[in-house]
Structures are given as C-alpha cells and as structure tokens.
C-alpha cells in the first residue's frame, strides 16, 4: 500500500467512524416513563397520565388559550379518548399511550397518594424528539396538570442522541385551570358528580388553577373538596389535598433510556463451544 492508499484508507475510517454514532442515534430507542404520585396521604388523586411523542409541532395547550375539546375531556373527566385522537391528527408520525396507575377501580385506575408505575416506548428520535402529558387532578372540576411548551421536554437533540435522564417535577403552582367549568366543586369528579361532563359549563382562558375553595392560594369561601370524602372513601385532608400550599408537589415524570440488552455470546467463540467441542483459535 503506497503513501496515497494509506491516507484515503485513513480519511474513510474517519468518515466513518465520526458516522457512526449519527447513524445509530437515528435508530429507534427504547425509553421508560415513570409517573409518581408525590402527594401525601390524604392528598389529591391524579387520572392515568397520557403522554405524546412528537417532533415539536404539536402544542397542547397555550396559556391564555382555550381548551381544545380533547384537553376539556381529560381535565373534566380523566377521559384521554378524545385527546389521542386529537393528536393522532395533529402530530402527524407522533405517537402517544396512556399510563396507568398499578391499582385503582374497574376501569378507572387512578394514581392514589404515593403511587407509581412506567411504560415502555419505543420512539423514533427525529418524529418523537419530545414529549407532553397530561392528566386530571381529582377531585377537581377541571383542575390538570400538563405542560404547555411543546419543546420544554426534549428527549433527543438534533442529531438523534437521547439527552440523557429527565426528571419532571409537577409542583402545585403548575397546576391548570382548563377554563371548561366553574368552580363550584359541585359535580367534581370522584367527589359528587353523577355523570360526566355535568359542571356548570364555562368558557375562559387556561390559567394557573387558584386552588380548591378555601385553601391557601383560595380562601374565603367554604370548601366543598378540602375536608371531604372522595368516591374511594378517602376523606380529603385539608393540608394533604391543598396543592395551592407553598412548596407543595404533585408529581414526578421521569423518562429514560432503556439500553440494548447486550448480544448473546457465540458459542462458537467460547472455550470449548467449535467444532466438535474443541476450542476454536
């Protein structure tokens, strides 16, 4: 090999070498999300939590905004069925699921006080670059959680590599007001609501939620939620459930990435595992 050869042999082994790790980002990935009640005992409880993996051209919602009908139906009533489909034609390749808590009533498994549980997605680095949520604070009227920036949680950059570990910390004051019905905590659902979607009906911006009536961040009037029994038989504790409190947590969303298992061994490269069970050099 002359001079010459040796230096384009060279310049393609970088080439492909500085390829090589773009190449693979691009590859599909496979994350964890853990959702994590951080409330107290006899704290408020949160509806399965839905989240979104798009390329950064769908927003959820916008502070000052209204409500789209699929964000109204999982702040109102824990449904996420209209807000999936929703993004299905928004978000174009993005993919979404709903989270469920381990426990919880037939067909409504909620995340009590201090529970959590994960799910596994396999995601797309360039369609799934990052992600939303969304889920209901019960008993409320239309008290969510969720967030409004669309590229706030970033998962991968911009070419194709995870970022590394996230961790979402849902505090109190990150609370939303969906703007969809008064609150009057009557007809609040997983308190004293009959059937769904039976608040008195509003129309008004998505704001920061001011808090349950009487609590810290809302007092002067008489609470018909802090204090109470939800539909589990769990009385409300009037500083447990006040998620208006200074400091106070609701929840922790966290994604990672769930790396590859690691090949199977060759028996044919193992002492003792070629041909005739003689080992192979």
């Known amino acids: 090999m002359n001079a010459r050869q040796w230096t384009i042999l060279c310049v393609t082994c970088l080439a492909l070498a500085l390829a090589g790790p773009l190449q693979a980002a691009q590859h599909e990935a496979k994350v964890i999300v853990k959702v994590e009640s951080l409330v107290p005992d006899g704290g408020v409880y949160l509806t399965p939590v ?40 928004a978000a174009g390749q993005g993919l979404d699921g709903v989270i469920l808590a381990p426990d919880g009533f037939p067909g409504a498994p909620v995340y009590d006080p201090g529970e959590h549980s994960s799910a596994e997605f396999m995601l797309n680095p360039t369609d799934h670059r990052y992600m939303s949520y969304a889920s209901m604070i019960i008993p409320s009227n239309d008290a969510f959680i969720g967030n409004h920036n669309p590229w706030a949680i970033e998962l991968f950059d911009a070419a194709g590599n995870f970022k590394g570990k996230k961790i979402i910390t849902v505090l109190g004051s990150m609370v939303w007001d969906a703007g969809t019905e008064w609150n009057t905590e009557m007809d609040a659902a997983f308190l004293n609501q009959s059937a769904g979607d039976t608040g008195v009906t509003t129309i008004a911006p998505i704001m920061p939620h001011p808090g349950f009536l009487g609590s810290y961040g809302n007092p002067g009037s008489a609470s018909m939620i ?37 090949p199977a061994p060759d028996p044919a490269m193992t002492p003792g595992g070629g041909l005739g069970g003689q080992p192979m050099y």
């Not at 109470?228 to 400091?247: H, K, Q, R």
């Open 226 to 262: 802090l204090g109470s029994t939800n539909a589990a038989g769990t009385l409300i504790d009037p500083a447990g459930g006040d998620f208006s409190l200074p400091y106070a947590v609701v929840a922790r969303i966290t994604v990672d990435w769930v790396p590859d298992p690691p």
């Open 50 to 89: 839905w989240v979104g993996f798009h390329d950064g051209q769908y927003d959820l919602f916008d502070v000052g905004g209204l409500a789209t009908a699929g964000l109204e139906h999982i702040a109102e009533d824990g449904d996420a069925g209209p807000l999936r489909a929703e993004f299905a034609a």
